[in-house]
């Protein structure tokens, strides 16, 4: 018994060969027949499918593939992994009207003509200036950091549609380039999951002493005055009256607030939810519901509802889950040796001071909102959280140092404190939530090395150049690294250089 | 008797140990003169660091002592900064659309209180609201108020650019109202509840003119405040050009 058509058919073929001729003209027939039936159903197997129920959009459809509903996330449908990938899709979309991009401002200027309200759609300076998040964020991959043609210029967005000819666009004002907004660097958001727990961390602790100095004064009816620190950082000194002022005169390198804001390069962004629906909205014109309400088009565009809450907490999960940098000691024995000497000097001329080598995390499980979120951003109080990430659950990455206690070492080389970096670095005009132009927030160095140029503009396309240009706080570092002799600036510069993405 | 072979033996031993003994005893004594400058070291030391936990018990209490005055000095710096002044903002025109329809904010402050004003409109403008899209505000139909309640934080500071500088924080009252013929947003009488953060910068006498600014940033949360957070959005700062008044920032010690 043939198993297989071919193979009855072989068999026929044989037994048809072996009959005598007069057999064969009435088998012929059937062979002929056996063909005809076989050619039928090759032809029935290669005819496509009767067409089924299309999900296909036809025409132009929004960036954003499909959004995430608040219901599911409240729900607990959807899970955390679901919720990333949509943050992905939106991280990488190539926004359009349809999403509800576009300028916010248009109605601020009055210009009927079509062919100026079409170019106010999009303006490189007062934004909205990208398409994509990851338009920007590149390097290496999607989340990274960007090119100099990347830059932003931060704060121009409250100019409606820059053009530089006074006109309502410009506010009426004379503008020039570098009064009109901050041009800075993109940087990358790999392994922020991480820095957002440890000034959550850093955050706790300030309050913890901010409290217990309230609680003295009022208990010795005599003012307080207490050294504030969080994880071996110092921010100063702060005063607690019995009648619960508090003197925050020698407060440094944090706000009033006592929060540590570690995003955006002035340090003014509490979580990455709150630089997330900033960033939209100035950058793409998308606006998020949980800042103008639902069903509500605040920017006049036909669209409403541009990016629900779930929308911002995919987009928060996808880049607190970001890859962690590594730091990547060479095989060479001799580039290993500078490395390691580079090291030393590192801490030896006091670069360490402020690029802290380490912070030491007591909980990797990122929740999210993040309870300190201002007016404007949910947080704890207005959105449960729902989601609880271990975000070290798989990690392999060498910024990483597991202790004894069960803490972690996170290996990024920053104090998420600001400073003041002195002349060079003070060339903005305007001040960014009322942080000073020279005065920084540390830079963290892990990764650095995969995403050049250097310096929050950009202007530093090497190291030595961007060391050379720190001032303020940094003078004497800079100093003594300029007064080292060439191998020895050389052995910095390699230790600086196993700092990378995997 | 002993045998003088015996003698001389037992004579050349007692020698050989005496003359054996006179380096050991050397070195003992030299040893023994190290072990007193030791115990006189030690002595030395432990009176030396006896001192100089007096001195850090004393030097405690004189960083205390200069905190507690530093304190009070700060204290009394924030009571003689104050300031008074209008800003001047510019809003849109209703046809136009320029930023061309004046709007005087009058503020004035001290180490008790500050405040805010827009008493009303010489001329209609557009009203660029968080929420509600362009409102059109017909003559004489606007009104905001803020007066802080509370100041919980401040900090005088000499900024970057030389100039003095001073923050305070706290809580305030927010009155936003929109009187139209047909309704009325918000209230003159009913406040809502706001955090603040005033920012006030000396740069000498002169006023504005000088370089003096005044700026007020509100924090709006939507459940406490819906009516100015609808308007204004989470976070505003109501500044201008300072075209009156003279801001007044003790240097801080």
């Not at chain 1, 995390?361 to 999210?368: C, M, Q, V």
């Not at chain 2, 459940?223 to 003279?246: L, R």
Request: hydrophobic share 40%; glycine share 8%; charged share 20%.
């Amino acid at each position: 018994m043939a198993k297989h058509p071919g193979e009855a058919l072989w068999y026929r073929l044989s037994a048809i060969m072996l009959l005598p001729l007069t057999l064969r003209q009435s088998s012929i027939k059937s062979l002929m027949l056996i063909v005809l039936i076989l050619c039928s159903t090759a032809l029935a197997c290669s005819t496509p499918p009767p067409p089924r129920e299309s999900k296909a959009s036809f025409g132009e459809v929004p960036g954003i593939l499909a959004h995430a509903s608040n219901n599911d996330v409240i729900d607990g449908i959807i899970s955390p992994e679901e919720l990333i990938a949509i943050g992905e899709q939106i991280f990488s979309a190539s926004f359009n009207t349809l999403d509800g991009s576009g300028n916010t401002k248009v109605r601020l200027f009055t210009n009927d003509s079509e062919k100026s309200n079409l170019l106010a759609k999009f303006n490189r300076i007062s934004g909205p200036d990208a398409n994509s998040c990851a338009g920007c964020h590149n390097q290496p991959i999607p989340g990274g950091g960007g090119d100099n043609v990347a830059n932003a210029f931060v704060l121009a967005h409250e100019f409606p549609n820059v053009n530089f000819d006074e006109g309502a666009g410009d506010s009426l004002e004379i503008l020039t380039l570098t009064t009109t907004g901050n041009e800075r660097g993109t940087i990358s958001m790999f392994g922020s999951g991480l820095i957002e727990l440890l000034a959550r961390e850093m955050t706790h602790e300030l309050h913890i002493i901010r409290s217990a100095a309230i609680e003295e004064a009022q208990a010795t009816k005599q003012s307080v005055t207490v050294k504030i620190h969080a994880k071996g950082v110092s921010f100063g000194k702060l005063t607690a009256w019995p009648d619960g002022l508090l003197d925050l005169s020698k407060v440094e390198g944090v706000d009033e607030d006592l929060i540590i804001k570690p995003f955006s390069q002035k340090g003014v962004y509490t979580s990455l939810r709150e630089f997330t629906l900033d960033a939209m909205q100035i950058h793409h014109g998308l606006q998020g519901e949980e800042r103008v309400g639902v069903d509500i088009d605040a920017d006049s565009d036909g669209v409403a509802n541009e990016l629900t809450a779930a929308d911002i907490t995919a987009l928060t999960l996808f880049q607190a889950t970001l890859p962690l940098p590594v730091i990547a000691n060479s095989d060479d024995k001799a580039t290993y040796a500078y490395a390691k000497r580079g090291q030393e000097l590192f801490e030896t001329i006091g670069c360490a001071v402020c690029h802290k080598p380490y912070l030491e995390l007591h909980d990797p499980i990122y929740t999210e909102p993040n309870p300190y979120n201002p007016p404007g951003t949910q947080n704890i109080d207005s959105l449960p959280s729902l989601y609880n990430l271990d975000l070290l659950a798989k990690n392999t990455s060498t910024v990483i140092e597991t202790t004894e206690t069960g803490t972690y070492r996170v290996y990024a080389y920053t104090d998420l404190k600001r400073h003041n970096m002195g002349e060079i670095l003070a060339n903005e005009t305007i001040e960014q939530r009322f942080v000073e132009s020279p005065v920084w927030l540390t830079r963290k160095l892990w990764g650095i090395m995969s995403e050049p140029p250097f310096l929050h503009h950009g202007r530093a396309t090497l190291l030595d150049e961007a060391i050379s240009a720190h001032g303020g706080e940094a003078t004497q570092s800079r100093a003594d690294y300029l007064n080292l002799p060439e191998s020895a600036r050389i052995a910095i510069i390699e230790f600086l250089k196993t700092f990378r993405m995997p | 008797m002993l045998k003088p072979k015996y003698t001389i033996a037992a004579i050349a031993t007692i020698v050989g140990i005496a003359l054996g003994s006179i380096p050991l005893s050397l070195m003992y004594s030299s040893q023994a003169n190290e072990i007193t400058l030791l115990q006189a070291s030690e002595t030395e030391l432990v009176r030396t660091n006896q001192a100089m936990i007096r001195q850090i018990a004393e030097s405690q209490v004189a960083e205390g002592e200069v905190d507690r005055l530093e304190a009070e000095m700060s204290r009394l710096l924030l009571k003689s900064a104050s300031g008074g002044g209008v800003n001047m903002k510019m809003m849109p025109h209703p046809e136009t659309g320029e930023l061309s329809v004046e709007m005087a904010e009058v503020f004035s402050f001290d180490g008790n209180h500050a405040f805010c004003r827009v008493e009303t409109n010489k001329e209609a403008f557009i009203m660029p609201t968080y929420k509600m899209g362009d409102v059109l505000i017909e003559k004489n139909e606007f009104f905001m108020a803020m007066s802080t309640t509370t100041i919980d934080e401040f900090k005088i500071t000499t900024g970057t650019d030389g100039n003095n500088k001073l923050v305070m924080t706290g809580g305030l009252d927010c009155f936003t109202e929109v009187a139209k013929a047909s309704m009325t947003l918000g209230s003159r009488e009913v406040a809502e509840y706001a955090s603040y953060k005033i920012e006030a910068t000396d740069a000498g006498f002169g006023g504005g003119g000088a370089g003096d600014t005044f700026e007020f940033t509100v924090y709006f949360d939507e459940s406490t405040a819906p009516i100015n957070y609808a308007v204004f959005g989470p976070e505003f700062t109501f500044t201008g050009d300072m075209i009156d008044g003279e801001i007044t920032i003790p240097e801080p010690r």
